[in-house]
C-alpha cells in the first residue's frame, strides 16, 4: 500500500513518526513524508520527503494569532492552556498546510493517511479522498483533544475541502506509558529517529562518576528558559559529570571542571550510559529519558512543558521544577535517589512491552 505521512513541520514532531514510517517500507509498503521547515532533516533518514510548508516561520504565526486572543496567550507561556494554545497555534498552521497536504494527497494517491495530532492537515486530505486515517501520537496531550482543539481553529480548510467536520480516525496509536498517562488507541512502543549523527565514543560508555545530560529545545520562543544556566550555575558541587547538549553561547561561557559540551548528538543513543537527564520539559525528551530507564529533571514552561514535567514528576520518575529552583541538592537527588531510580526503571520495562512499530504493520495494512 502507499502511506502518506504527514508532520507539522518542526524537528521534534517528524522525528518519531520515523520508525513506523521505516517499518512500513521495510515491510514493502510505499511511504512518502509530507512536512516542512526544521521537519525536512528527516530527509537523512533515508525516506521521500516533500515540502508542504515552504517559507514555514512558527514565530511567525505566533505573533499573529496570540495577540488576538490574551487570555489563551497568557496562559500559554505559563503552561496553563492545556490543548487551547496548540488549538489555536497549529490551527493556523494547519489551515496554511492543509491546500498543499491535499493537492500533494491528490497527486500521489495514498491508501493510507498516518499523521500526528498536531497535524490534522493530514485527516483532511484523508477525508477528501476518501481514505483511512490513523493518527499516530507523539506528545502527552490525549490526541482526541488536540485534534477537537485544532479542528476548531481551523478556519477555512474544512470548507474549502467540502467538510463541516472531521471525520474519526481509523485507528489511533498511543505511545505514553499508562502509569504515566492514557492515550486513547493501539499501544505502540515509543521510538524516535535520532538524526543520523555520529554519537563520539566518549558518550558510549558510562564515565568516571555519573553523567548527567543536560538538553534543551529544539524550539524557541518568548519566556523560553531552559534549565542550562541554572545546571552550569550549580554543577561545580555536585559529584556528577554534566555534558550540555548544543549549549546556546551564554551557557557556554566560563563552564566548570566536570561541565562538558557537545553538538548535536543522538541523544536517545547516549541515555544508556547516563545516568539521568535535564532537560526543557519537550515530550521527546521526556520519552527517550522514560525508554531508557532514567530519573530526569524537567522543567516547567510554556506550552506542554509544564504538563510534561508534572506528568513525571506525579508518576515519581523525575522532578518538575522551575529553572531558578534547581540547585546542586536537586541535582544531586536526581543520580542519589533510589525512588526515582525505581520508578524510572518501572516505566522503562512497561514502554518495552508495548508492541514495537513493525508489530503494528499488519494491523494498518489490514485497514486498507
Do not use: C, K
Not at 516542512?36 to 521521500?48: F, Y
Not at 514552561?301 to 536537586?330: C, F, K, S, W, Y
Amino acid at each position: 500500500m502507499r502511506v502518506l505521512v504527514v508532520s507539522a513541520p518542526l524537528v521534534g514532531h517528524v522525528f518519531p513518526l520515523v520508525p513506523l514510517a521505516a517499518a512500513l517500507r521495510d515491510a514493502g509498503h510505499e511511504v512518502l513524508l509530507a512536512t516542512g521547515g526544521g521537519g525536512l532533516a528527516v530527509e537523512r533518514a533515508g525516506l521521500p520527503v516533500r515540502d508542504v510548508a515552504p517559507g514555514f516561520d512558527f514565530g511567525r504565526i505566533a505573533l499573529r494569532v496570540l495577540p488576538r486572543h490574551p487570555l489563551i496567550a497568557r496562559a500559554e507561556l505559563a503552561g496553563t492552556a492545556g490543548t487551547r494554545g496548540a488549538g489555536l497555534l497549529f490551527g493556523a498552521l494547519n489551515d496554511q498546510l492543509t491546500d498543499r497536504v491535499v493537492a500533494l494527497a491528490t497527486e500521489w494517491r495514498p491508501d493510507l493517511v498516518l499523521h500526528e495530532p498536531f497535524a490534522v492537515a493530514g485527516a483532511v486530505a484523508a477525508a477528501r479522498l476518501g481514505v483511512p486515517a490513523v493518527r499516530q501520537e507523539n506528545a502527552l496531550f490525549d490526541g482526541r483533544d488536540l485534534v477537537r482543539a485544532t479542528t476548531a481553529r481551523l478556519g477555512g480548510a474544512l470548507r474549502r475541502h467540502g467538510l463541516t467536520e472531521l471525520p474519526p480516525p481509523a485507528a489511533a496509536l498511543a505511545v505514553a506509558p499508562p502509569s504515566v498517562t492514557h492515550q486513547d488507541g493501539w499501544p505502540m512502543r515509543y521510538a524516535s529517529y535520532v538524526g543520523g549523527v555520529d554519537l563520539p565514543d566518549w558518550l558510549r560508555e558510562p564515565g568516571a562518576r555519573p553523567r548527567i545530560l543536560v538538553s534543551r529545545s529544539t524550539l524557541t520562543g518568548p519566556r523560553d528558559e531552559g534549565p542550562m544556566p541554572a545546571v552550569v550555575a550549580a554543577a561545580a558541587r555536585v559529584d556528577a559529570e554534566f555534558v550540555l547538549v548544543r549549549p546556546d553561547r551564554r551557557s557556554a561561557r566560563a563552564l566548570p571542571g566536570n561541565v562538558r559540551v557537545v553538538d548535536w548528538i543522538p541523544l536517545d543513543a547516549a541515555l544508556p550510559a547516563s545516568a539521568a537527564l535535564v532537560h526543557h520539559g519537550g515530550a521527546g525528551s521526556v520519552f527517550g529519558a522514560l525508554a531508557a530507564g532514567l530519573p530526569q529533571l524537567a522543567t516547567v514552561g510554556p506550552g506542554d512543558r509544564r504538563h510534561n514535567a508534572e506528568l513525571v514528576a506525579r508518576r515519581g520518575a523525575g522532578l518538575a521544577l522551575r529553572p531558578r529552583d534547581i540547585t546542586p541538592e536537586t541535582l544531586t537527588r536526581l543520580v542519589t535517589d533510589a525512588d526515582l531510580q525505581t520508578a524510572a526503571g518501572q516505566v522503562s520495562r512497561e514502554i518495552a512491552a508495548m508492541p514495537a512499530p513493525a508489530e503494528l504493520v499488519p494491523r494498518l495494512a489490514a485497514l486498507v
